[in-house]
């Protein structure tokens, strides 16, 4: 059992501490890097701190549950399980006790996840969970031998959306206001290095609204008080370097893993949209290993049944791209000799629409042709690729990229490489981001990391006519083993889609689709 005290380093390495940070329902992102640090990197820890939805992972790391295991619960997660409307204090308005409560979670959700208190608090693991205690004014660090039900809800109990947790005749909330990442819990513990898994919007994107406001409240304390515990850390290793004993007497090293998570903190009604964040974890935590320099094995990919389920349909774009010219859109308005027309005639086939949707990378398979008459008339398409709205520069920066390889009639190999540009920030509106395709021809068959040091054929735009895509409409395919899966399966492709749509262009009504 935890006794709470600093134990000692691992056989002479550096004491290590693992902090969960909070950001509510974003950290099933955080279960997904917890996959790839612990089973996939086999990373030890001999300290682990969790705050506000942080305690979620926690719990399940202290029952001795591995990576993968917190991450597949996470990924079979029904978030309405969870909800639970505070029906009888609705009536009372402004004045309620709380929008919501958490009885969802401990009759359904905690059972879903084998939560064992007494396992728990018998973990030989040192980890320590974060509450503020109302009635003192004081935060609580709570050793998991101390751990129970009410003390853990106590810690996720957001004013407002949940009602405050009285233990013993003192009130306990979600410690969130005073930390969302207990870093000097973890250096007074004695630990040197300091893994942080950090989840809470750090975009600096105002928005309004009341609700939208509540959150940067948040977001403004969790950053802030993490900035000023980067800042004290680094003016202490600094010191340190230069001879004196620093605030801390010890080099800390601080290994921060932050990621914007498209998931809302607290509103989401799409499992699909858990097993994307987790997703989403696991990949950014494999790429943020290697360039740490942290070795690692990929694990068997997540146990799922076989998925017949396909969805194809039609694209025809038409436009104009220009020989030897670099910029997309000189190369579509371009005329004279260098100029031609071009059109793309494509099928998209979805096979298996399970993994395309929860996969990062949204990938699916191109059949069709490219018709220009300067490169030899109608050319069918070898082997090609679509991603749908994937991650550009950040979540509300989306793109659709097409690559295709197609030969000319000289026998010339080629590639037509595009991307849709789908951003709020364009200015130029949800038709004109999602129905033009800006292209660009290179020489040989070559992919997206390939592509930069190859040679330019030429470059244009090609888009969607408002006809077309009135035809577009009609062309879709779904092959289910059923009618009511056909159904469901077309209704997760939509839920996906303007999901998506929503997380870039409706922002400012509430913060990441709860589709």
């Not at 005290?5 to 917890?34: C, D, N, W």
């Not at 304390?221 to 202490?236: T, Y």
């Not at 914007?260 to 964040?277: C, G, H, K």
């Not at 320099?293 to 146990?303: K, V």
Request: proline share 5%.
């Amino acid at each position: 059992m935890t006794t709470g005290q600093a134990t000692e380093p691992r056989s002479g390495s550096p004491r290590r501490s693992l902090i969960l940070a909070g950001g509510g329902l974003k950290v099933a992102f955080q279960a997904g890097v917890l996959q790839v640090l612990l089973d996939e990197a086999e990373l030890e820890f001999d300290h682990v701190d969790g705050a506000s939805g942080g305690v979620f992972n926690l719990a399940m790391y202290c029952q001795g549950k591995s990576g993968h295991e917190i991450a597949d619960n996470w990924r079979s997660l029904s978030p309405l399980k969870g909800v639970t409307p505070n029906w009888r204090e609705w009536p009372k308005g402004p004045y309620a006790r709380s929008l919501f409560t958490l009885d969802g979670y401990r009759r359904r959700v905690f059972p879903d996840w084998g939560l064992d208190w007494e396992r728990i608090r018998a973990t030989d693991r040192e980890a320590t969970f974060n509450l503020y205690n109302f009635s003192a004014n004081e935060l609580e660090t709570v050793t998991a031998d101390r751990m129970d039900e009410d003390r853990f809800c106590a810690g996720v109990s957001l004013p407002m959306w949940f009602p405050p947790v009285v233990i013993d005749g003192q009130t306990y909330i979600d410690p969130v206001y005073l930390t969302d990442g207990n870093v000097e819990e973890a250096i007074r513990r004695g630990c040197d290095e300091l893994w942080i898994i950090w989840t809470v919007s750090r975009r600096h994107r105002w928005r309004d609204g009341f609700v939208a406001n509540y959150f940067h409240i948040i977001e403004t304390a969790a950053n802030g008080q993490l900035q000023h515990w980067l800042r004290r850390i680094e003016v202490s290793n600094a010191a340190i370097r230069n001879g004196d004993n620093g605030e801390f007497g010890r080099l800390i090293e601080v290994r921060l893993l932050s990621a914007e998570v498209p998931l809302n903190y607290l509103i989401n009604f799409s499992r699909d949209r858990f097993t994307q964040a987790v997703e989403l974890g696991v990949r950014r935590a494999r790429q943020w290993c290697t360039a740490q320099g942290i070795p690692w094995q990929p694990s068997a990919p997540p146990d799922r049944p076989a998925d017949p389920t396909r969805i194809r349909f039609t694209e025809h774009m038409v436009g104009r791209v220009t020989f030897g010219e670099n910029d997309y859109r000189k190369g579509a308005l371009s005329e004279g000799g260098a100029a031609a027309d071009m059109a793309l005639h494509l099928t998209i086939d979805i096979q298996g629409v399970d993994r395309f949707i929860v996969s990062p990378e949204h990938e699916a398979s191109l059949q069709g042709e490219i018709v220009c008459q300067k490169l030899g008339g109608r050319l069918p398409v070898e082997r090609g690729t679509f991603q749908m709205f994937v991650e550009h520069s950040d979540p509300e920066h989306l793109r659709m990229c097409y690559r295709l390889f197609f030969t000319d009639r000289a026998g010339h190999r080629l590639t037509l490489s595009g991307y849709k540009d789908v951003n709020e920030d364009s200015r130029r509106g949800i038709w004109k981001d999602t129905s033009v395709l800006y292209t660009r021809i290179v020489r040989g068959h070559v992919d997206a990391d390939e592509e930069s040091g190859a040679e330019l054929v030429a470059s244009g735009a090609v888009r969607i006519r408002p006809t077309d895509f009135l035809k577009q409409l009609t062309t879709f395919r779904v092959e289910a083993e059923s009618l009511p899966g056909k159904a469901t399966t077309l209704g997760r492709f939509g839920q996906f889609f303007f999901g998506k749509l929503w997380d870039v262009y409706a922002q400012d009504f509430l913060p990441w689709s709860p589709l």
